[in-house]
């Protein structure tokens, strides 16, 4: 089987269940975007980060295939996905990994930068990208469900706790922000 079919260069893709859109189309975009937290994500798991925190990522990126699949189905053909959707359930699953985590951190006293480790680094860009997910997501809105929304919510705040949990298993500091004097 070849990986190239030619049918999208005239700038359109299929969504599952038939039905054609433009490329720069806004579902296409956030199911595009989505992708991308994904690959991100994907990224941050080759660095040395704790076995707790891979693994809740390894959960995450099985979440997020899914909720691409959700954003990339004609919304009329959702039965046809025969899959178990992002529900309320895992966003819940993210809180308890939120306070799992920060538990066990010094409770912060400034705001944080992007930095430390390396896979603190890259857990902040996934973070990045998860708050572009989510407002690539809402542009598609009212068309997808709030559940998807709540979902790339806590994940962006999930994956800030992971990388300060990732930075103390490294027993590096997280970067403060600390202003220049005027």
Request: glycine share 6%.
């Given at each position: 089987?070849?990986?190239?079919?030619?049918?999208?260069?005239?700038?359109?893709?299929?969504?599952?269940?038939?039905?054609?859109?433009?490329?720069?189309?806004?579902?296409?975009?956030?199911?595009?975007?989505?992708?991308?937290?994904?690959?991100?994500?994907?990224?941050a798991r080759?660095?040395?980060?704790?076995?707790?925190?891979?693994?809740?990522?390894?959960r995450v990126?099985?979440?997020?295939?899914?909720?691409?699949?959700?954003?990339?189905?004609?919304?009329?053909?959702?039965?046809?996905?025969?899959?178990?959707?992002?529900?309320?359930?895992?966003?819940?699953?993210?809180?308890?990994?939120?306070?799992?985590?920060?538990?066990?951190?010094?409770?912060?006293?400034?705001?944080?930068?992007?930095?430390?480790?390396?896979?603190?680094?890259?857990?902040?860009?996934?973070?990045?990208?998860?708050?572009?997910?989510?407002?690539?997501?809402?542009?598609?809105?009212?068309?997808?469900?709030?559940?998807?929304?709540?979902?790339?919510?806590?994940?962006?705040?999930?994956l800030f706790?992971?990388?300060?949990?990732?930075?103390?298993?490294?027993?590096?500091?997280?970067?403060?922000?600390?202003?220049?004097?005027?």
């Open positions: 089987m070849k990986i190239y079919t030619k049918t999208g260069d005239d700038g359109t893709t299929g969504l599952f269940g038939g039905a054609r859109v433009a490329k720069n189309d806004p579902r296409v975009e956030a199911y595009g975007t989505v992708d991308e937290l994904n690959a991100s994500i994907g990224f080759t660095q040395s980060l704790p076995a707790s925190v891979d693994g809740a990522l390894a990126q099985v979440d997020l295939f899914t909720l691409g699949a959700e954003l990339a189905c004609v919304p009329a053909k959702m039965e046809a996905l025969k899959m178990q959707l992002v529900a309320d359930a895992d966003a819940r699953r993210l809180e308890e990994a939120i306070d799992h985590h920060e538990a066990l951190l010094p409770p912060l006293k400034n705001f944080v930068l992007p930095g430390g480790t390396t896979g603190a680094a890259a857990l902040h860009v996934a973070r990045t990208i998860a708050r572009r997910a989510e407002r690539a997501v809402l542009s598609v809105s009212p068309a997808v469900r709030s559940e998807l929304v709540v979902y790339l919510n806590r994940l962006s705040d999930a706790v992971l990388a300060r949990a990732a930075n103390q298993h490294a027993s590096v500091a997280d970067v403060a922000w600390v202003p220049h004097p005027r």
